[in-house]
């Protein structure tokens, strides 16, 4: 079987020894194509993706060496007579010392990297960074930049880091800032943007375009995009941005315009699937190491006394649990993925007097979004939405705070001080620190190298610690929440020394049983 095709990329994927394999749950239509090739490395491109439209089917899960391309969509597989330019990076004097300037068309990022002698080799990204061939004149792009959604330390440094990418390494010019999220295409005026504008932004925390939630309508979107000459969109928001972003795309591809759209995820919560960590998350964890540091001086200074402080994580207790096992002086963190309850043996209740006649005091660390659905037993739910269509949650924080305050002196007949603290806003406000900044530089010069490269509905991020190229689907078809069967919730369990509020089988010397094994396992938190 002759597998010599062209490409337009100038190279492709090589052959694994046993199967390559396109994902077909990719929603870009170059991947629905299926190979199997037993022979050795091809020499010659494996495919493309205007040639040949091969109908899209399942892996076989009998071949072991399954090796699967998540790939991203390319202006040319709508447009395939587009053509492509010398990348100007070639010239760059600060290239001109680096060994490999650009990307091979062939490296890929592996999903899993743990992995067993017989087992697949499983699902691969397009690795991110400069190619030999771009897809756009310099002096052509007209490129905007957006972000919507809740603020997160860090976003400022993105938009800072894509207007000098675009101008510096690339000689583009023409950067548009659209001011207050998706609805400010169609109802504000743009800023026009350059590196001497940006100079200082991500010493400050916020946005500097401004921010909003919902007002996405495709149609506005990209009539105005259209209007304006736009031909590369940055957007930067969290998975429902992301959503809306390839809605665009989508839409981008239907009328046929030579426009990238790319995303860059942000989320304060690390909930968005696929990539490793988002920007922002490295900040927050710090920050809240001062509320936690501020309770527990406040507890240890009284008498019985109990401090409570509400951190972020609305369906994800990453930055409850992260700042947890970096401060040490958590007694006890609760998340959205853990069921608790409060009366009863092993309850938080008992946990908590123990405690507090072993230490004096007790720190407690909750996710506002832990305990939804006790807190609607015993409280009028609040069935509303936000903008982003996220449900309002009810204030988990206050309630804990009000149960434990009435147990412990109605019932337990007990003198006990309680503290209460919520940093949300201050963590959310505040700039990102020096790790965040190195990432957020890296992530926006990484969508900058896949735009100008001619790929487009993508976003992009470290997976495994490499960059790579996403299809947008697929960071939005779940999120990413803790898993309470991996090492990561155990250590935490073991550093606090807390009840997992699991039942255990007393004949498997402790073991969770596997019905509530399998319970967690299947357990989807969903944000409607």
Known sequence: MDLSISSPFRGAFPAPTSTFILNPKSRCSHSLNFFK??????????????????????????????????????LTDFLPDLPSYPNPLQN??????????FVRPEDVVAQKIVVQKDSSRGVHFRRAGPLEKVYFKSEEVRACIVTCGGLCPGINT????????????????????????????YSKNTLQLTPKVVNDIHKRGGTFLLTSRGGHDTQKIVDNIQDRGINQVYIIGGDGTQRGASRIYEEVEKRGLKVAVAGIPKTIDNDIAVIDKSFGFDTAVEEAQRAINAAHVEVESVENGIGIV?????????????????????????????????EGKGGLFQFIEERLKENGHIVIVVAEGAGQEYLAQSMRGIDEKDASG??????VGLWLTQNIKDHFTKERKMAINMKYIDPTYMIRAI???????????????????????????????PVNS?????????????????????????RLLASTNQPSFLNCDESTGGKVCKDTIDSINNMKITSI
Not at 47 to 56: E, L, T, Y
Not at 158 to 184: A, F, K, P, S, T
Not at 390 to 395: A, K, T
Request: hydrophobic share 40%.
């Open 37 to 74: 090739h037993r022979n050795s490395y091809s020499k010659n491109p494996l495919f493309s993706r205007q040639k040949i439209p091969i109908r899209a089917q399942a892996s076989d899960p009998a071949v072991e060496d399954g090796f699967v391309i998540d790939d991203v969509p390319h």
């Open 92 to 101: 760059s004097q600060a290239y001109a010392i680096v060994k490999q300037t």
């Open 158 to 185: 993105v938009i800072r880091e894509i207007v000098c990418g675009l101008n510096y390494m690339y000689g583009v010019d023409d950067i548009l800032g659209i001011q207050g999220g998706y609805r400010g295409f």
């Open 310 to 342: 509400k951190l972020m994580g609305r369906y994800s207790g990453f930055i409850a649990m992260f700042a947890t096992l970096a401060s040490r002086d958590v007694d006890c963190c609760l998340i959205p993925e853990s069921p608790f309850y409060l």
């Open 390 to 395: 996220n449900r309002l949650l009810l204030d």
């Open 431 to 461: 700039p990102s620190n020096a790790s965040d900044n190195i990432y957020c530089t890296l992530l926006a010069q990484s969508a900058v190298h896949g735009a100008m490269a001619g790929y487009t509905g993508f976003t992009v991020g």
């Open 466 to 490: 490499r960059h790579a190229y996403i299809p947008i689907s697929h960071v939005t078809e779940t999120q990413n929440t803790v898993k309470l069967t991996d090492r990561m919730w155990a």
